[in-house]
């Protein structure tokens, strides 16, 4: 069950944390077709669920009777912030500025009978929340992004313990400077209905007459229905885009459930009380004018937010130790939810059987000399298959981790079982959810497995989302949950180890600009990049080989002729698909669109841990100008967009966080009209040498024969920079966006 994150529009569309409660369902069909065995018994009882459940029923009239309902229960309250109209005079620059924000979450549990169940009680959870701010509106930006809304507004699913369903409300009020208010009436919404039958609805909202100087209102109200299952996190986030005068918390908590929730990276505390039937958690901060710094800042890291998780004894999934107790377990020990991890992992237990091209890979792997040569060879079957699907290996992290061991152990390779965090999650020592943690193998070598994904490359090198963490081994290779645990932090790559290069060829054609470029990917640059410009028949190709897989068709395990089918028409996605990546690779990579692209072509597709190469010739106008007899040739647009740090960004106090170490290369060649030569002063203009603790740049430009040729290094030595020493990437920053808007000037002879 996802958390509903799917709003565009307001603070919702930059909500810091998504989380995924990925348990597994057992199929409801199946359990429908093994309970219901003739179609009258199954009448029967569908006739039941309309008499029993009348109050269930939900559609589009329901629905926007609901909406008023909830919208006058929202505005009515009594909240003098979200009548404050004054924003403090040092705000003047910003983008906008959030006068009030309030939260709230409310979750009970019910028992409530279901047919679907046996006609039985199951317990259901139900669960509110509301998400409410006051914004003044400051420049276009802003205004941009708070003109339209799109949010689903209700949904239901079946399961084998009932129905479940959900429900969104959005609330909006434009407030003018001269006082006036509007709420923006339900008819300014446009719904559209998705999924199967249109029961699945959404609504998407063009927030009218919003101007630069207005002030904007507005609420979500989330109500849950969810039955023998737990509800997705609450997620509270201290800092914001913009500054924020008051922000609101407050929960009220079923004591039947279990209450669990961590501040985080310096988050206030909740103060904790109880009602007669709740816990309540309540918390209020004024004036947060600290803002989040949009370059290289990891949210989860350095962000204060507050994970707040309610956990019942539900039938769905596994049961943590640590929730078994009722009532509220305020920062709980982290080593008893990394415990809880390895528990589940042990409990899960599974026995696999082999898809036959894995099972044909796995005895392949037994007549290999090294533990090393049998684990990639094994995993990198694994990874194709991801890359060519453009999604995970396994649906959960917890089902590698029962699968690749047991791959592992029929080729005799010993293995040590290890858990870890991405950088998308808090670290290790501050884990608050088993389900958190990732499931990673390690050889004795040191190398570590994670589940493959579509950013995967190689065995040989760790994703970069599990590189330089806090991690967790057992050593005992039997009851491995029991430990003993040692631990340590993953492997961190090297700036070597990342590195992609640009090789550039362009020829003038009066003012238009030829180019050939050439793109070299190695270690986590690669990340992405496969699945993106490589076809599923490229990739099963260059990497299928060694499994007895030459295509597309051999990978689906098809009999012939609907394998040759399926494999027609992924080509034909492909080809749509990738030519439009192209496309916006070369946008992107110009901040302008190409005149035409001549070609495109991919060298390499990354197999065995080697570069992933491509080609694209297009041809670009604007870059070269006339001026006078002259021209002059927007040289520093050849090696790509360059990071532009302005404004308040400027001013850092939070550490400098990249995603990994890095270098980029690019040799630039421009073939020089015949008529035309590079003035001196152009030429020394595009020399520089920079290089301090943190960071490099370098460039070195000549003149050979009729040709500018320009070499560029930029190198990220480190992943995490300390605040103290900004400067050194600003440093860097700055003279590379500089270079980037270099031109040189073209005299005729």
Same mark, same amino acid.
């Given at each position: 069950m996802e958390r509903r994150l799917q709003r565009t529009g307001g603070i919702e569309a930059e909500r810091l944390i998504e989380y995924t409660n990925e348990e597994e369902c057992v199929t409801t069909i199946e359990l429908i077709i093994n309970r219901f065995t003739d179609m009258r018994k199954l009448f029967i009882t569908f006739l039941m669920a309309v008499f029993v459940f009348p109050v269930m029923a939900f559609d589009d009239k329901d629905y926007k009777a609901y909406v008023e309902k909830v919208k006058k229960e929202v505005w009515s309250r009594d909240m003098p912030q979200f009548k404050n109209r004054n924003v403090p005079a040092k705000y003047k620059n910003e983008s906008a500025v959030i006068l009030a924000r309030y939260e709230e979450v409310i979750v009970d549990q019910k028992r409530k009978f279901s047919f679907w169940a046996g006609n039985k009680m199951v317990k259901q959870i139900n669960g509110t929340q509301i998400q409410r701010y006051l914004i003044q509106i400051k420049d276009k930006a802003a205004l941009d992004k708070f003109s339209t809304f799109d949010f689903q507004t209700y949904n239901r699913s079946y399961s084998y313990f009932g129905r479940d369903d959900h429900r969104t409300v959005l609330g909006v009020k434009v407030i003018k400077a001269d006082g006036t208010e509007r709420i923006i009436d339900s008819s300014d919404y446009q719904d559209v209905e998705e999924g199967k039958k249109g029961k699945d609805k959404r609504a998407k909202l063009a927030v009218p007459d919003l101007q630069?100087?207005?002030?904007?209102?507005?609420? !979500?109200?989330?109500?849950?229905?969810?039955?023998?299952?737990?509800?997705?996190?609450?997620?509270?986030? !201290?800092?914001?885009?913009y500054p924020t005068l008051d922000y609101q918390i407050h929960c009220a908590i079923d004591k039947k459930l279990c209450t669990q929730y961590r501040a985080m990276n310096g988050a206030p505390d909740f103060t904790a009380s109880n009602g007669d039937d709740n816990v309540i958690l309540d918390v209020r901060v004024k004036d947060i004018e600290k803002t989040l710094p949009q370059y290289a800042y990891k949210t989860t890291m350095q962000t204060p937010y507050t994970a707040l998780y309610v956990t019942g004894k539900v039938a769905v999934g596994y049961i943590p130790k640590s929730t078994k107790e009722k009532g509220l377990h305020a920062n709980p020990s982290a080593k008893e939810i990394q415990l809880d991890a390895w528990k589940r992992w042990e409990d899960r237990g599974d026995k696999w059987t082999f898809e036959e091209i894995l099972g044909k890979t796995i005895n392949q792997a037994k007549n290999m000399k090294s533990d090393e040569e049998k684990a990639n060879f094994i995993y990198d079957y694994m990874v194709m298959r991801s890359l060519v699907f453009k999604k995970q290996y396994m649906n959960h992290n917890i089902l590698f981790g029962t699968l690749f061991p047991q791959a592992l152990k029929k080729a005799k390779v010993p293995f040590t079982r290890v858990i870890s965090t991405t950088w998308s999650d808090e670290a290790l020592s501050n884990i608050i959810n088993f389900d958190n943690a990732v499931s990673l193998i390690e050889l004795n070598n040191g190398q570590l497995f994670s589940n493959p994904n579509a950013y995967s490359v190689s065995g040989k090198v760790l994703y970069s989302q599990l590189q330089n963490r806090e991690a967790q081994r057992s050593k005992s290779?039997?009851?491995?949950?029991?430990?003993?645990?040692?631990?340590?932090?993953?492997?961190?790559?090297?700036?070597?180890? $990342?590195?992609?290069?640009?090789?550039?060829n362009a020829t003038i054609d009066d003012a238009i600009l030829h180019i050939t470029r050439t793109e070299t990917l190695t270690g986590n640059e690669k990340e992405g990049a496969i699945p993106t410009?490589?076809?599923?028949?490229?990739?099963?190709?260059?990497?299928?080989?060694?499994?007895?897989?030459?295509?597309?068709?051999?990978?689906?395990?098809?009999k012939k002729s609907k394998g040759e089918t399926a494999a027609k028409e992924r080509a034909e996605a492909d080809k749509k698909e990738i030519s439009e990546n192209f496309q916006e690779e070369i946008k992107n990579y110009h901040d302008k669109a190409p005149v035409s692209i001549e070609s495109t072509e991919v060298i390499s597709v990354g197999q065995n841990n080697t570069p992933f190469t491509y080609k694209v010739a297009y041809t670009m106008?604007?870059?070269?100008?006339?001026?006078?007899? $002259?021209?002059?040739?927007?040289?520093?647009?050849?090696?790509?967009?360059?990071t532009h740090i302005e404004g308040k960004e400027r001013q850092r106090t939070d550490d400098i966080i990249f995603s990994y170490p890095r270098t980029f290369v690019a040799t630039i060649n421009v073939e020089l009209p015949s008529e035309y030569n590079v003035t001196p002063e152009s030429l020394q203009k595009l020399n520089t040498n920079l290089n301090n603790e943190d960071m490099r740049f370098v460039t070195k430009a000549e003149v050979t024969g009729n040709k500018l040729v320009i070499h560029l290094e930029k190198e990220y030595k480190k992943q995490i920079v300390p605040a103290a020493r900004w400067q050194n990437v600003l440093e860097i920053l700055d003279k590379a966006y500089e270079f980037n808007n270099q031109q040189v000037i073209l005299r005729k002879k």
């Open positions: 630069i100087g207005d002030l904007i209102d507005y609420f !979500f109200y989330d109500l849950d229905y969810i039955k023998e299952e737990n509800m997705p996190p609450f997620v509270f986030v !201290f800092r914001s885009k290779p039997n009851n491995f949950s029991d430990g003993p645990f040692e631990d340590f932090k993953t492997l961190a790559s090297k700036s070597s180890d $990342n590195v992609e290069k640009i090789d550039v410009y490589a076809t599923a028949e490229e990739i099963c190709k260059a990497w299928g080989e060694p499994y007895g897989v030459h295509g597309y068709a051999d990978i689906l395990s098809y106008d604007g870059l070269v100008k006339k001026a006078g007899k $002259n021209l002059t040739l927007s040289v520093g647009q050849l090696v790509g967009q360059q």
